[in-house]
């Protein structure tokens, strides 16, 4: 139980693209979905916090503008990276959750390699 | 500033050995915590989660929880090589699912 599907797997494309990643909870329904982006060697960096039907809530430093979450049903999130540049060059990962209490653990999608040109 | 402190390792035991990996965490109102694995270039995996003071097993894992000391550890018994990877310690607050997590302690099993 508790499958995330996130896709695609891999992107690489040109700067200035528009890259939209998919997160997709399989057999459960997550109220709140998170957005992490991780560079080599380095921690997993929160994004945001989106909850279904609710606007995301950024992390300091993180241009909404930029990054737009989306999470329009119980199972599905999406993130667009708009415009995308080699500076956003990245392992992205989404996780989903459930409604606690006590909290419940974030179960993690596989994760994107986004590689911009 | 609420934090969770691992060591960054690498902690370096033979196969089959006892590995413990240690985990503080500074905010007293955190309950719920959760180990994660994650290997080079994958993404984390839910090993364990403990809500409660004590130990609580799972197959060849541990966790323990000392909330008097904010410490939490995970041993894992008999490990293998594939235990080779990044664990992350990850804590959160009552009614939050906002996970705050250390930065990893790397294990490494040799043959």
């Known amino acids: 139980g508790a499958v995330v599907s996130q896709h695609p797997s891999r992107v690489i494309c040109k700067s200035g693209t528009s890259v939209k990643i998919e997160c997709r909870s399989l057999?459960?329904?997550?109220?709140?979905m998170f957005w992490y982006r991780q560079f080599p060697k380095q921690s997993l960096m929160l994004m945001a916090t989106?909850?279904?039907?609710?606007?995301?809530?950024?992390e300091q430093g993180v241009e909404k503008d930029k990054f737009l979450i989306n999470h329009a049903s119980l199972t599905l999130s999406t993130l667009t990276v708009t415009s995308a540049h080699p500076e956003d060059s990245s392992f992205y990962i989404c996780?989903?959750?459930?409604?606690?209490?006590?909290?419940?653990?974030?179960?993690f999608g596989d994760g994107t390699r986004l590689s911009i040109l | 500033q609420k934090e969770v402190e691992q060591n960054s390792g690498p902690l370096s035991v033979p196969e089959g050995a006892i590995a413990s990996l240690n985990c503080t965490y500074s905010?007293?109102?955190?309950?719920?915590f959760f180990w994660y694995r994650q290997y080079s270039g994958k993404s984390p995996e839910l090993i364990m989660f403990?809500?409660?003071?004590g130990d609580k097993e799972d197959g060849r894992f541990t966790a323990q929880l000392n909330k008097a000391s904010q410490y939490v550890s995970l041993l894992i018994r008999d490990s293998q090589p594939s235990d080779s990877a990044t664990y992350l310690c990850?804590?959160?607050?009552?009614?939050?699912?906002?996970?705050?997590f250390g930065k990893g302690t790397m294990l490494l099993v040799s043959p």
């Open positions: 905010d007293r109102g955190s309950q719920s």
């Open positions: 989106s909850n279904e039907g609710s606007k995301a809530t950024y």
């Open positions: 996780s989903a959750s459930t409604q606690g209490p006590p909290s419940q653990p974030q179960h």
């Open positions: 403990i809500y409660s003071n």
């Open positions: 990850a804590a959160s607050r009552p009614g939050y699912s906002t996970l705050t």
């Open positions: 057999d459960f329904q997550a109220t709140t």
